[in-house]
Nanobody, 119 residues
Framework: QVQLVESGGGLVQPGGSLRLPCAAAGSAFSLTDMDWHRQAPGKQRELVAGITSGGSTNYADSVKGRFTISRDNAKNTVYLQMSSLNPEDTAVYYC?????????????WGQGTQVTVSS
């Protein structure tokens, strides 16, 4: 019942910025924990940033201070604002939703969007 659509990926230069929106279609978005993961070729998928339904955030050490996750419940959208990008940030970025268990026992993934940081 939850569909996630990511966008905003592309090619950026080192030191540049990029903003990734993830639009969620489904009920109880305001009660759903949201996060962003990324996966580079040959690497494990890793948690980048998360935001709870209550607005609490957490970040991977590698992106702390450079990335900001936020949500707009009125628009059913979560954002990942990325700055000071470096080539190590190159990966496919995935939006992830975890509804409350009493509402929906499943979690959901977006299709992914490619972010390439290169000069």
């Amino acid at each position: 019942q939850v569909q996630l659509v990511e966008s905003g990926g592309g090619l950026v230069q080192p030191g540049g910025s990029l903003r990734l929106p993830c639009a969620a279609a489904g009920s109880a978005f305001s009660l759903t924990d949201m996060d962003w993961h990324r996966q580079a070729p040959g690497k494990q998928r890793e948690l980048v940033a998360g935001i709870t339904s209550g607005g609490s955030t957490n970040y991977a050490d590698s992106v702390k201070g450079r990335f900001t996750i936020s949500r707009d419940n009125a628009k059913n959208t979560v954002y990942l604002q990325m700055s000071s990008l470096n080539p190590e940030d190159t990966a496919v970025y995935y939006c992830h939703a975890v509804p409350p268990i009493w509402h929906n026992p499943y979690d959901y993934w977006g299709q992914g969007t490619q972010v390439t940081v290169s000069s």
